[in-house]
Every structure is written in structure tokens, then in C-alpha cells.
């Protein structure tokens, strides 16, 4: 199986942009009206768990949040990669470098370019750490923040965000060469703020099988992971 968690993926701009690879058999919008809050390590580590830990995970500190192997549908598989999971592979000096360039952003001491060199080449990074892992192991999950890291700054930026969006359907295109189960999951969608983004709930799930889902809930997935492993392994 194949999951490709992508941050802040939109449904609206999925269509909007006509992303026909990120559209496969089934896709949708989640449900995430059991989240107070939209934090994406929250979300991502619910999504592995198939549980709401909005209250086991504190702001101060989330980001060095770790769900244990135990609780996560990552014990379903025999083998595993994970590529710069939230709360669990995270390349937290990567993460804190964004986060450094964005303040810096804010305090007019980084220009935009800067901030966003440095998102590209995190992704271009990750893609070859993905694309190498792939056919290797049972699952392989990887994380893509592109479209959250480059929306924040400039989500009312019509041709930076066509410009993601269509890098992540070429990333989906590429993908769909292997003959594998594939989830696309994004943690919260993003509305626009002038010509900054900000986290909303219209989150995107697609799937290459249809399985019927209407308006998922992200913490129900684990389930249907657990299926498909079993399935698979079978
Ligand atoms: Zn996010």
C-alpha cells in the first residue's frame, strides 16, 4: 500500500486546478468536525492512530509529539517506510528551518523567495526519499508539505499554487505507475487571507478502489488501512 499524506491539500483547488491524477476511482471530503482545532501534527497523528488526540497533544511542545509503532496501523505491515511523518519520522531540523524563515518573513528579515527555495528543496528531498523506498516495503507513507508551506505565505497567489498543485498530481501520476492500493490524504484544506493561507476543514481523501466512503472522518481510515493490509497480506 501507498499513502500520500499531503498538507493542506484543498478539495476545492483539487478540482479547481483539475488535478486528474490526485482525482482517482473515489475521492472526497473529510470530516473534521470532531477537531477544535486544525493542527496538523494533531491530525496526522489521529490519522495513524484512528483516534482524536487533540487532547493528549498539547500546542506547546506538539511538534516533538511521537505516536508509539504500537498504536498506529503501522503494526499491520510487515515492513514499512515512512517518509517525514508528523509524530513519527518528522525531519524536525527541516521543519524548524521553515518555521525559523517564516518568522523571519514576518519580521521583514527573509524575503518570500527565500522561504520558498527552501520548501522546494525540502520536497524535492523528500520525493527522491518516496520514489526510492517505493516497491520496497509493504507501505509507504510519505509526507508532502508543499501545498501548507507555500499556501501560508501565498495562498492568494493564483500561479504559485497552480504551480503546486500541478507538481502534486505529477507526483500522483508518477506514483500510479505501481500497481498498488493508493491513499491520498490531506490533514485540513486552506482558505485564503489576503494573499496569506490558513487552515480550513475542506480536507481531501482520494482513492484508487472504490470502497463507498461518504465524508470520512480522518480517524476512520485506520480502519480501512487495517483491511487493506490484511487483505494484501493474505
Ligand atoms: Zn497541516
Redesign the pocket.
Known amino acids: 500500500m501507498i499513502i500520500l499524506a499531503m498538507?493542506?491539500l484543498d478539495i476545492n483547488l483539487v478540482e479547481k486546478f483539475n488535478c486528474e491524477s490526485l482525482k482517482q476511482d473515489e475521492y472526497g471530503q473529510t470530516d473534521l468536525s470532531e477537531f477544535d482545532q486544525?493542527r496538523?501534527v494533531v491530525?496526522w497523528a489521529s490519522f495513524l492512530m484512528g483516534k482524536n488526540m487533540e487532547k493528549e497533544i498539547p500546542v506547546e511542545g506538539q511538534w516533538k509529539f511521537t505516536a508509539s509503532f504500537d498504536e498506529t496501523f503501522l503494526k499491520f505491515f510487515e515492513t514499512y517506510e515512512m517518509i517525514d511523518v508528523p509524530s513519527f519520522s518528522f525531519k524536525q531540523e527541516d521543519h524548524a528551518e521553515i518555521r525559523k524563515l517564516l518568522k523571519s518573513y514576518f519580521e521583514n528579515q527573509a524575503p518570500v523567495e527565500e522561504y520558498d527555495t527552501v520548501v522546494w528543496r525540502n520536497h524535492e528531498e523528500s520525493k527522491k526519499d518516496f520514489f526510492d523506498a517505493l516497491g520496497k516495503f509493504d507501505l509507504v507513507m510519505g509526507y508532502f508539505?508543499l501545498a501548507?508551506a507555500v499556501g501560508h505565505l501565498s495562498f492568494g497567489v493564483d500561479k504559485k499554487m497552480h504551480r503546486v498543485y500541478h507538481e502534486l498530481d505529477e507526483l500522483v501520476k508518477e506514483t500510479k505507475k505501481s500497481n498498488d492500493v493508493i491513499l491520498i490524504i490531506?490533514?485540513?484544506g486552506m482558505k485564503a487571507v489576503g494573499r496569506y493561507g490558513d487552515?480550513r476543514r475542506n480536507g481531501f481523501y482520494s482513492l484508487n478502489q472504490r470502497i463507498g466512503l461518504d465524508k470520512p472522518r480522518i480517524t476512520s481510515f485506520y480502519f480501512n488501512i487495517e483491511r487493506i493490509a490484511k487483505n494484501e497480506c493474505s
Open positions: 498538507d493542506a486544525l496538523t491530525l508539505d501548507d490531506s490533514d485540513h487552515h
